[in-house]
Nanobody, 123 residues
Framework: QVQLVESGGGLVQAGGSLRLSCAYS????????MGWFRQAPGKEREFVAAISWSGGSSDYADSVKGRFTISRDNAKNTVYLQMNSLKPEDTAVYYCAARFGRLTMSQADFSAWGQGTQVTVSS
């Protein structure tokens, strides 16, 4: 049983930064690719970033490329999302997800999800 717990959300002004963390427990962390998704009010949940089990490969949504960085610390069973130059349109609930196997950007491929953490960016 995989469990994911996000933290680090909050209220920040436009142009500011936040770092989200996702603590993983359960099966071997190294077996899982990890991803971050977000859902804004009234919108569908969307892909943000994903990272391979080794951390050697990553993918980003075009809307966050150059501003967000996904990373993982396999010794701590934790994945991070560093968010810089935040914009009001980044406001959403951010979800961490785990996928057994290789890196993917498809939500349907992720089998375990956290409860989400709210990020609000004020203008």
């Amino acid at each position: 049983q995989v469990q994911l717990v996000e933290s680090g959300g909050g209220l920040v002004q436009a142009g500011g930064s936040l770092r989200l963390s996702c603590a993983y427990s359960g099966r071997t962390f190294l077996s899982y690719a990890m991803g971050w998704f977000r859902q804004a009010p009234g919108k569908e949940r969307e892909f943000v970033a994903a990272i391979s089990w080794s951390g050697g490969s990553s993918d980003y949504a075009d809307s966050v490329k150059g501003r967000f960085t996904i990373s993982r610390d396999n010794a701590k069973n934790t994945v991070y999302l560093q968010m810089n130059s935040l914009k009001p349109e980044d406001t959403a609930v951010y979800y961490c997800a785990a996928r057994f196997g290789r890196l993917t950007m498809s939500q349907a491929d992720f089998s375990a999800w956290g409860q989400g953490t709210q990020v609000t960016v004020s203008s």
